[in-house]
């Protein structure tokens, strides 16, 4: 059974760190994977998508890594802002169905 | 319309109660996947459409959920004899092919309370 995991599920930096969001994975047998974001009582919005063969992507202050290898992958969020405060949600996509992380809620203090 | 869209936006009902839950994927997208937000348990997968077929319904809780979809387009999600336990924020996704290229757009969710 397919399991994701995010770590950390908390996370508070001051304006301007660049940050790391961690997500791992037991079946490396996805089609891939995707990074969405969260914001309080709302829907989701996809961030990011990275396909099982691809390696990155990217999208302006954002840098997402897949290595299926190890069943991990991460986002990067380069000079955080206030606006970046949401809970961060990784997905695997198994072909009909994305299995989801608990998510890593992110505060941005200015 | 350019989004995914959900109605009612919340609903509150008596326990005991039928629910229907609709959803109006993005115009052209084949496929279409239905999910459950609730405090406890995250986000969890419920049923997924290709077309109006459901090639995948695991994710269905019990008997009571069930879900169709007509011609290629809107959706419904039905609760029969509703629980307190269903409560919990009802999302809807549609993509385009339901391929692995493919990203994942989410309605705003339906907001579900159960009395």
């Known amino acids: 059974k397919q399991e994701v995991t995010q770590i950390p599920a908390a996370l508070s930096v001051p304006e301007g760190e660049n940050l790391v969001l961690n997500c791992s994975f037991t079946?490396?047998?996805?089609?891939?994977l995707q990074w969405f974001r969260q914001d309080p009582g709302k829907g989701l919005t996809s961030l990011l998508l990275?396909?099982?063969?691809?390696r990155e992507q990217t999208s302006g202050r954002l840098n997402a890594s897949l290595d299926k290898s190890s069943g991990r992958s991460t986002l990067y969020i380069a000079a955080s802002q206030p606006g970046d405060s949401a809970t961060y949600l990784c997905a695997v996509y198994l072909g009909g169905k994305l299995i989801f992380g608990q998510g890593t809620e992110l505060s941005v203090k200015p | 319309g350019a989004g995914v869209s959900q109605s009612p936006s919340n609903k509150v009902t008596e326990k005991g109660k039928d629910v229907e839950l609709r959803c109006d994927p993005i115009s052209g997208h084949t496929a279409l996947y239905w999910y459950r937000q609730s405090l406890g348990q995250g986000l969890e997968f419920l049923i997924y459409f290709q077309g109006n077929s459901a090639p995948d319904k695991s994710g269905l809780p019990s008997d009571r959920f069930s879900a169709e979809r007509t011609g290629g387009s809107v959706s419904t999600l039905t609760i029969q004899r509703t629980q307190q336990e269903d409560s919990a924020v009802y999302l809807c996704a549609s993509s385009l092919t339901g391929g692995g290229a493919d990203t994942q757009y989410f309605g705003p969710g339906t907001r579900l309370t159960v009395l």
């Open positions: 990275i396909q099982s063969s691809q």
């Open positions: 079946d490396s047998a996805i089609y891939n």
